[in-house]
């Protein structure tokens, strides 16, 4: 639809794009069980921004510390995640050259998940993890997942994609049963009820000391992900071509599963196991915009931060004043777009 427009139309769209996902940002702010004024909103933040008050106080201590304190920093790792999410799905889909891999396919979101649940459920018994946050405790665990991946699909010397695909299935299965076991064995179910609502995702623990590191681990993903764009176009046509015209596939692929591991491990400490975004977001945005990395990276990430904010709206308001897991509402409204999509239009992954 948009695959051959110029460079210049393309920089407007993106600008377009990043003020969409600003008024999706204020909207999230707005809605809530406390019904605040919309002008106040970016008053508030202006106000707390510079340091000075250049808008005079009409609103409350409250509307401050709700704006401010709680839903201005859950939007901006609301944003953070979905971009993430949607940055390591189009580095994994590049690597393995597979149209169904997400970010999730080292075993990540499962390694997460026991980590969390462990912390949740028996960290209580044991001194020295009882300081440990559940979020702390995820990323522990999605980094233990991809780092044994990791050695399981180098053993040969080289990171075979097939072979990575299959450790982390077989790591995957690992530590659901671990997290399964947890929850079994555990006799506090008040505490498996919130195990189970945070493998689905949610934003509702998300604070300020979440977005610095949200904001710069995807930034620098960001920068490096542009720097090799080429050599990702590059390995969609296969290693042997990658090889002949001078690409460091074995640094190529070392370098996608480190960031990829790294931001994902992140964006799950602080939202828990949201699917979908990672793998139906860079489809979409490959039907819009092409398959060339240089426009999808931005356009994809600006595309999935607009949708996981709009997601987490639906879960907030849907059954209010209760809130859905996030993973339930991705899947619900991500996946029939996507198989409409791909009833619909002459989709191609590589071309």
């Excluded at 940002?25 to 508030?44: H, K, Q, S, T």
């Excluded at 971009?83 to 690597?95: N, P, V």
């Excluded at 060339?292 to 607009?306: N, S």
Aim: net charge positive.
């Amino acid at each position: 639809m948009l695959k051959h427009i110029k460079k210049s139309t393309f920089l407007i769209l993106c600008a377009v794009m990043f003020l969409v996902l600003l008024g999706a940002m204020v909207l999230g702010i707005n809605l809530g069980a406390v019904d605040l004024r919309p002008d106040w909103i970016y008053e508030i933040i202006l106000n707390n921004i510079t340091g000075k008050e250049i808008f005079a106080a009409e609103w409350s201590k409250s509307a401050q510390s709700i704006v401010w304190g709680m839903r201005f920093p859950k939007v901006i790792v609301c944003a953070c995640v979905g971009a993430g999410l949607s940055l390591t799905g189009i580095l994994m889909q590049a690597m393995t050259r597979n149209s169904l891999a997400d970010p999730y396919i080292l075993g990540i979101s499962s390694g997460a998940s026991t980590g969390a649940t462990a912390i949740l459920l028996v960290a209580g018994a044991f001194p020295l993890f009882q300081g440990v946050s559940v979020g702390m405790g995820a990323f522990i665990g999605a980094m233990l997942s991809s780092v044994i991946v990791m050695v399981l699909g180098g053993a040969s010397g080289r990171f075979s994609p097939g072979k990575l695909v299959l450790s982390g299935t077989a790591v995957s299965a690992i530590f659901h049963a671990i997290t399964n076991l947890l929850i079994f064995l555990s006799p506090d179910k008040r505490k498996v009820n919130s195990a189970l609502f945070w493998m689905e995702g949610s934003f509702s623990s998300a604070a300020w000391e979440d977005v610095l590191p949200a904001l710069a681990t995807l930034l620098v993903i960001f920068a490096i992900s542009m720097v090799i764009n080429r050599s990702l176009d590059i390995l969609l046509l296969g290693e042997d071509i990658a090889i002949t015209v001078g690409v460091n596939v074995r640094a190529m692929k070392l370098i996608i599963v480190l960031s990829s591991s790294l931001v994902t491990g992140i964006m799950v400490s602080m939202s828990g196991c949201i699917g979908f975004v990672g793998l139906i977001v860079p489809h979409v945005a490959r039907t819009l915009i092409g398959t060339a990395h240089r426009r999808l990276i931005p356009f994809a990430m600006l595309l999935g931060g607009i949708f996981m904010v709009l997601a987490d709206m639906f879960a907030r308001v849907v059954v209010a004043p209760s809130e859905l897991p996030i993973g339930v509402v991705t899947a619900l409204l991500g996946a029939p777009f996507f198989l409409a999509m791909l009833r619909k239009s002459g989709y191609s992954f590589s071309k």
